[in-house]
């Protein structure tokens, strides 16, 4: 089994739901992979969207596809089965487990939380104004919205 680590997991990772492929399917148009989940709901909302559809556009280029050319994955899954990542808390797993220990791990929520501080804005400059505006014409400055247009 392989040993890795979570920077290297983005080839095993579903452009549409971003978790570790569940079911990897590929369309073979485009050589595009997803879980058969995800691009089963995509192909769902499109038909959703137009009834009469009878092929599809993928996800991420657009490329036009027809249900036929959606085919499973085995080797990827495989692939994903025998890979074993260690976790941000230590823990080995295979990476086909990751999905559920991600959703569970203390270490990964809070680490999630501790980013979500450092980059969520803390306060809000008191000195920008937002209700007033320039003119673009005249050297006249704090206009409402009508004073703007009069």
């Not at 993928?58 to 692939?79: A, G, T, V």
């Not at 450092?118 to 919205?145: A, M, Q, Y």
Request: aromatic content about 8%.
């Amino acid at each position: 089994m392989d040993n890795t680590t979570e920077e290297q997991i983005s080839k095993y990772t579903c452009y549409i739901c971003q978790m570790i492929f569940t079911r990897p399917i590929q369309i073979s148009v485009c050589q595009h992979v997803f879980c058969k989940t995800c691009i089963s709901n995509s192909i769902a909302s499109q038909k959703e969207d137009r009834p009469s559809l009878s092929s599809y556009k993928c996800p991420l280029c657009r490329s036009d596809f027809m249900k036929k050319d959606i085919i499973r994955y085995n080797k990827l899954e495989k692939e994903i089965a025998s890979v074993v990542i260690t976790c941000q808390c230590g823990i080995g797993l295979a990476l086909s487990d990751y999905n559920v220990h991600y959703e569970q791990c203390a270490k990964v929520k809070n680490s999630i939380e501790e980013s979500i501080k450092r980059n969520v804005v803390k306060e809000v400059k008191s000195d920008v104004n937002r209700v007033t505006f320039n003119c673009t014409v005249c050297p006249l400055k704090n206009f409402d919205r009508k004073g703007l247009i009069k």
